[in-house]
Nanobody, 124 residues
């Protein structure tokens, strides 16, 4: 069974930084792409960033480009999302997910397994 555990959320002031981690178990980690999604209060869940296998590429939604960086450590079965210059509009529950496919996609319908989210709150 594939399991994902997201962590690293918290309360931060605008302009601050957080690093989210997503630990994956039960899957051949280095064969699958991983995505980060977020769901602001009262809104739909949407893709933030994703990373393919090896150097299979990364993608970011426009609103986080140049502020967020996704990376993966295959030895630790973990994906990270470094979030800098956080703004109140980044406030959301952040989720990570696995797609049983090597390429990266931001559409949530691609993803097969989801972890529980971690809350990020950015105060102004």
């Amino acid at each position: 069974e594939v399991q994902l555990q997201a962590s690293g959320g918290g309360l931060v002031q605008a302009g601050g930084s957080l690093r989210l981690s997503c630990a994956v178990s039960g899957a051949t980690f280095d064969e699958y792409a991983i995505g980060w999604f977020r769901q602001p209060p009262g809104k739909e869940r949407a893709g933030v960033s994703c990373i393919g296998v090896s150097d299979g590429g990364t993608d970011y939604t426009n609103s986080v480009k140049d502020r967020f960086t996704i990376s993966r450590d295959n030895a630790k079965n973990t994906v990270y999302l470094q979030m800098n210059s956080l703004q109140p509009e980044d406030t959301a529950v952040y989720y990570c997910a696995v797609v049983m496919f090597p390429r990266c996609h931001l559409g949530k319908s691609w993803y097969d397994y989801w972890g529980k989210g971690t809350l990020v709150t950015v105060s102004s």
